[in-house]
């Protein structure tokens, strides 16, 4: 069996930094740049670091969890790791790309991999309006803020939200409102991945808002477009015994 070339990333907390220790230690690893696939110690926030990070490059990444969230992360366990790494299981992602006009005409890029999210900044409920394809669905929405989440990160602040978990491949997008007031009984849609949604901002000085993607946030926003970027490609690899496809199933049937 062929093993693949491998580097470590690491976070910032103590015990990844000592995994990263040991790690180096006792296995040969390749430069950052020339790995065949770049293993990340820590939970699922230093994940979404590592797949922003290395995301013009497309290189697979492997987590192993050294930190309190692992959803995306496989199990710690430092022996027979190159074994591991030529066994696992590869599950692509698309991130989100999100374009954020802001109200004084300003225009932010940016992606993400779990969802992009508005919310209001002050104590007024902020007024939306949302349109799928071009064609206005709902004219007006009084929520604390709204958001599209991928597949992957239906399990995080969407679900949070009360929104639904998306099984991997299902080439959906969820739309979920937070803290909906108006209309009382909008639960959130689910749309098809080509789907271009666009989110305007109702008397956006008034009841100001802002949108983030992942880590980047965009205050006081007057529209946001939404997008599934299936022009990138992101690869994460799994053990076969805790693939991500089996872990958001598991997650729908827990009590």
């Known amino acids: 069996m062929t093993h693949p070339s491998f580097a470590f990333v690491a976070s910032d907390v103590d015990e990844a930094r000592d995994a990263l220790a040991r790690l180096e230690a006792r296995y040969p690893t ?27 490059r497309a290189v697979p990444i492997y987590g192993m969890n050294c930190g309190t969230i692992g959803f995306l992360m496989n199990q710690y366990d430092e022996e027979d790791l190159p074994a591991r790494l030529a066994k696992a299981v590869r599950v692509t992602l698309h991130p989100l790309a999100m374009t954020a006009t802001t109200v004084d005409g ?39 803020g709204v958001l599209v989440s991928t597949p992957a990160g239906s399990t995080a602040y969407n679900l ?34 080509k789907a271009k949604i666009g989110l305007d901002v109702l008397d956006a000085k008034k009841r100001p808002v802002s949108a983030t993607a992942d880590f980047t946030e965009v205050r006081d926003v007057a529209r946001v477009d939404v997008r599934e970027a299936s022009e990138v490609s ?17 997650e729908q049937f827990l009590p």
């Open 106 to 144: 300003e225009h932010v890029t940016a992606r993400a991999i779990n969802e992009v999210s508005l919310l209001r900044e002050s104590r007024q409920a902020a007024k939306l309006r949302i349109s799928i394809d071009g064609v206005v669905r709902m004219e007006e929405m009084i929520c604390d």
């Open 234 to 250: 992101l690869h994460l690899l799994f053990d076969p015994e805790h693939n991500l496809e089996e872990r958001i199933v598991k």
């Open 30 to 56: 390749a430069p950052h740049d020339q790995a065949e696939v770049i293993v990340a110690l820590g939970g699922d926030g230093f994940m979404l670091e590592t797949l922003h990070r290395y995301m013009e």
């Open 160 to 193: 949070s939200a009360y929104g639904p978990i998306v099984p991997m491949g299902a080439q959906l997008l969820a739309l979920t409102p937070i803290s909906v007031f108006r209309p009382r009984r909008w639960r959130g849609a689910l749309l098809s991945n």
